[in-house]
């Protein structure tokens, strides 16, 4: 069993920075690729961005590249997501989300794909 806890959140203006966190329990951190997705009002939960189980590979949602960057510190157990440049779009809960061995492939946008999840971080943006 994997317990995944988000933290970070908060209320932000436009053009703003925030980073969340994702603290992992378990001794075995370093072999789960990991991801981020959010979910809006009424909208469905969406991917944002992926890391595989090193940190040397990383993916980017169309809608946040260039300005979102996922990074992790297998020493911590601890999954990273800096946002800057925040826009009123953004504003959503942000879910971590752990993928288990045994898998393959390199990144995984799918929310079907992770085994476990967090209980989600609210992050707002004010215009």
């Known amino acids: 069993q994997v317990q995944l806890v988000e933290s970070g959140g908060g209320l932000v203006q436009a053009g703003g920075s925030l980073r969340l966190s994702c603290a992992a329990s378990?001794?075995?951190?370093?072999?789960?690729?990991m991801g981020w997705f959010r979910q809006a009002p009424g909208k469905e939960r969406e991917f944002v961005a992926t890391?595989?189980?090193?940190?040397?590979?990383?993916y980017y949602a169309d809608s946040v590249k260039g300005r979102f960057t996922i990074s992790r510190d297998n020493a911590k157990n601890t999954l990273y997501l800096q946002m800057t440049s925040l826009k009123p779009e953004d504003t959503a809960v942000y879910y971590c989300?752990?993928?288990?061995?045994?898998?393959?492939?390199?990144?995984?946008?799918?929310?079907?794909?992770?085994?476990?999840w967090g209980q989600g971080t609210q992050v707002t943006v004010s215009s």
């Open positions: 890391i595989n189980w090193s940190g040397g590979h990383t």
């Open positions: 378990g001794r075995t951190f370093g072999l789960y690729a």
């Open positions: 989300a752990a993928k288990t061995p045994p898998y393959s492939g390199s990144h995984f946008t799918d929310r079907s794909e992770y085994d476990y």
